[in-house]
């Protein structure tokens, strides 16, 4: 299978490298553990994986991960999905499987951009960025999905950029973890899409941009007790809770009906 | 032992920058794959830190630890 499909410098393989080690460092039975994507780059990462992998429709990854959990709940469902994928056309099943809190781990890579499609305005895309349908700049406010799984709910959040690898790798595995929904966005570069029509050079000086652009999100609180403000976007780990998952909750509202 | 495969890298140099002790340069000759993969030029001021593999897209670099056989 290898080389990858994917372009020059996308960061796209840098987040499977980071969820491969995670999953190897945990010692997770990949007979046990089942891959799920939609449509987009993203969703291309379970055919590079040795283990079962389920290509669904546009947007619906989540909606198949949770039947798939709810039909066998010893299985471990990772989602990959794209920030198109995760926040336009599934937008809804995204808010609605934070809601139920089913037990899945969704991975997102952000490239703010429809990026397998020629590089259509997403709904992450920042404001000015120019795209091949926003020619002079998009004008529309961006999501941030984040801080919207956050409002809704979500017991484990966390955004990283692939510049930074390490805490990565540390987030995916408390994201695997985790019982309930958890979610890790990753801020991914895409030089043949995004970095292109906007400038931003090669891959490297893309990750340059993300180091620089971003704020950890301890340094922030500090910032905001200071009571300053930043228009950089917060990294880090957002949310760490605990919550009662949909399968535990399930099973004691059937032992209390018999 | 660093092991850069040639056939993998996709020429994005990822490894060139973020390398802490600056073991890779970019090499001046074209791969097969029409890009300029990095070259180990300076292997013994490896320290091991594996950053090479982890930013590496495409899985092309293998970094041995020295106990590895």
New interface residues.
């Given amino acids: 299978m290898?080389?990858?499909i994917?372009?020059?410098?996308?960061?796209?393989?840098?987040v499977?490298?980071?969820s491969l080690?995670a999953i190897h460092d945990l010692n997770i039975d990949m007979n046990k553990t089942v891959f799920v994507s939609g449509i987009g780059c993203s969703s291309r990462v379970p055919g590079y994986i040795y283990s079962d992998g389920l290509h669904s429709l546009h947007g619906r990854a989540i909606p198949y991960a949770t039947g798939v959990k709810l039909a066998n709940p010893e299985l471990k469902v990772i989602v990959f999905t794209g920030d198109g994928d995760c926040g336009a056309i599934g937008g809804n099943h995204f808010l609605h499987a934070i809601r139920r809190n089913v037990d899945i781990t969704v991975i997102s890579i952000n490239n703010f951009i429809y990026g397998m499609t020629g590089g259509q305005v997403a709904p992450t895309t920042p404001l000015k960025s120019k795209t091949t349908t926003t020619p002079y700049g998009n004008i529309e406010y961006p999501i941030d999905l984040s801080m919207m799984a956050k409002v809704i709910g979500a017991p484990y959040v966390a955004r990283w950029t692939?510049a930074h690898?390490?805490q990565c790798?540390s987030s995916i595995k408390k994201a695997l973890q985790k019982t309930g929904f958890s979610f890790v966005e990753v801020l991914s570069p895409c030089p043949t899409s995004y970095g292109r029509l906007n400038k931003m050079g090669?891959?490297?000086d893309m990750?340059k941009h993300f180091k620089e652009s971003t704020i950890n999100i301890k340094i922030y609180e500090k910032m905001l007790a200071e009571g300053k403000t930043t228009d950089k976007m917060v990294i880090g780990e957002l949310v760490d809770i605990e919550k009662e998952d949909f399968n535990t909750k399930y099973n004691k509202f059937c032992g209390e009906l018999k | 032992m660093i092991h850069v495969n040639t056939n993998y890298c996709k020429g994005c140099l990822l490894c060139v920058e973020y390398c802490p002790k600056k073991v890779y340069v970019k090499s001046e000759k074209l791969s097969k794959k029409g890009v300029f993969p990095p070259e180990v030029k300076f292997p013994e001021n490896c320290i091991r830190c594996h950053l090479c593999e982890l930013m590496c897209p495409d899985f092309a670099i293998i970094v041995e630890d020295k106990n590895d056989k």
């Fill in positions: 290898l080389p990858t994917f372009c020059t410098g996308c960061g796209i393989g840098s499977m490298n980071f080690r692939t690898p390490v790798i090669t891959t490297l990750t």
